[in-house]
Nanobody, 122 residues
Framework: VQLQASGGGLVQTGGSLRLSCAGS????????MGWFRQAPGKEREFVAA????????QYTDSVKGRFTISRDSTKDTVYLQMNSLKPEDTGVYYC????????????????WGQGTHVTVSS
């Protein structure tokens, strides 16, 4: 499984961005997909994840009601729609894939994209 994240950029507080993660590989569509982020000087943290069939999604508390994770199996792509962005959302966003159920632990994801930078200015 190979992952390619894109869509990051610079946005003002209250703005929106949509991140994309294009996957490839024969079994990509059967993987749980997650988004993580890492702010400067901080550890990588869980943002959201979605089951392979889109039947369930989970979010970290700080993004609930603002971010939406979705996937388009026809395009082998997972999205993270980010609305009402705040400066504390700034960081490098990574998409990741794993077999099994949804997990918020980065160590349980075996495949990672290269990261895309998100900067939210105040």
């Amino acid at each position: 499984v190979q992952l390619q994240a894109s869509g990051g950029g610079l946005v003002q507080t209250g703005g929106s961005l949509r991140l994309s993660c294009a996957g490839s590989g024969r079994t990509f569509s059967r993987h749980v997909m997650g988004w993580f982020r890492q702010a400067p000087g901080k550890e990588r943290e869980f943002v959201a994840a979605i089951r392979w069939n889109g039947s369930d999604a989970q979010y970290t508390d700080s993004v609930k009601g603002r971010f939406t994770i979705s996937r388009d199996s026809t395009k082998d792509t997972v999205y993270l729609q980010m609305n009402s962005l705040k400066p504390e959302d700034t960081g490098v966003y990574y998409c990741a894939a794993r077999w099994g159920g949804i997990s918020g632990l980065a160590s349980e994801y075996g495949y990672w994209g290269q990261g895309t930078h998100v900067t939210v200015s105040s």
